[in-house]
């Protein structure tokens, strides 16, 4: 059955209509837009906006457009916008919830196989901080996992189900195993940062002044390729065809996503976005990342085609992963989040 909008009573101006909800997802603070008709200001001032039963704070109202912000005790719900003829048709917006909270992300969290999250407490760089990793259940539960790596940076699995975490104070890679307790696996990696595996159990780790290092399952080292330097991280994903793709945060608003092939050739594969950092890699083969996109902050989504968009709106994200159970984990400078947004992650192994 078609939509009826609701009327408005006799003598009064129209009802407000939402014809679209710009991005669909948030985080708690996050910014979102909504377009439609009659959502501007009147006489009585700003409309009225509800999200999940919580009030919102209107940072933009134009007939066609109106901003606002996310609640910071919101859920998942219904968007609700009041003006004095009435109310406009219900609409919906996802809204991320926290994990656990704490934290010292400074790129992608990790997930396991089971869904269980990790995530580094990293510490300003030559601290030492006394978790090094925590582990997050899917319902919020988080313990510490390890202790004594100084500025745990970049988390990954790999093929078998091991954690593997680089040190970017101390240039080292780290085998962590189920119990926590962990082992060099590689040393020399400069300022090691972003860390990935391929489907053949090649590590990759991102050196910030120039180099990406490839440790093969013999833990036999190369100099996979060369970029330009960082002034904070590399950021690692890999996708089906075994193609890296590296983000290298600088202080420009036009920054690349650079893809390298297997065989080490350089491409840039998409320029547009303010300080991308933690990315992965759906099952479609987009990729997701946190970035900056035309102004607005949040988690971006980056089609084979070239074709960015802001899919979850907030600040201070740091990195994406994608669970097994369905969800997308979010890590900000401080904490992790989990958020449905219908996508699947791409599995590798």
């Known amino acids: 059955m078609a939509y009826v909008p609701p009327q408005s009573a006799p003598g009064t101006a129209p009802l407000p209509r939402v014809d679209d909800v710009v991005p669909a997802a948030a985080l708690p603070l996050g910014e979102v837009e909504l377009k439609g008709v009659y959502l501007g200001p009147d006489g009585f001032g700003l409309p009225d906006v509800r999200v999940d039963g919580e009030s919102a704070h ?49 790129t992608s969290p990790a997930v396991s196989r089971s869904g ?8 300003s760089r030559g601290k030492q901080t006394p978790v090094s990793v925590m582990r997050v259940s899917p319902d919020g539960r988080s313990t510490p996992f ?20 680089s040190s970017r104070a101390e240039g080292n890679v780290y085998r962590v195993d ?12 400069g ?35 060369t970029l330009e330097p960082s002034v904070s991280a590399y950021h690692l994903a890999v996708n089906a065809a075994g193609t890296l793709f590296v983000t290298a945060p600088s202080l420009s608003s036009n920054e690349a996503i650079w893809a390298i092939e297997p065989n080490g050739d350089i491409r840039e594969w998409y320029r ?40 979850l709106s907030g600040s201070g994200l740091v990195g994406v992963a994608f669970s097994p159970l369905g969800t997308a984990i979010l890590a900000t400078n401080d904490a992790v989040y989990d958020v449905d947004l219908g996508v699947e992650g791409l599995k590798l192994y």
């Open 58 to 106: 209107v940072v933009m109202s134009r007939p066609t457009r109106l901003a606002f912000r996310v609640p910071a005790n919101a859920s998942t719900g219904l968007i609700e916008v009041r003006t004095p003829s009435g109310a406009a048709n219900a609409a919906a917006v996802r809204v991320a919830r926290q994990l656990a909270d704490e934290l010292h992300p400074v």
């Open 146 to 165: 390890v202790t004594g790596i100084l500025n745990a940076t970049g988390l990954a699995f790999n093929p078998d189900g091991d954690l593997f975490v």
């Open 191 to 225: 300022v090691a940062t972003g860390a990935a595996f391929d489907a053949e159990g090649n590590l990759f780790v991102g050196d910030r002044s120039g180099t990406i290092f490839k440790i093969n399952t013999q833990r036999q080292i190369f100099v996979h390729a």
């Open 178 to 189: 189920a119990a926590g307790d962990y082992s060099v696996y590689a040393e020399g990696m």
């Open 116 to 123: 269980m999250v990790y995530a580094t407490i990293s510490g």
């Open 272 to 311: 547009g976005l303010g300080r991308p950092q933690g990315m992965a890699v759906s099952r479609e083969g987009h990729i997701y990342l946190a970035a900056c996109l035309r102004g607005r902050h949040g988690l971006v989504r980056v089609t084979a085609k070239g074709e960015a968009t802001l899919v």
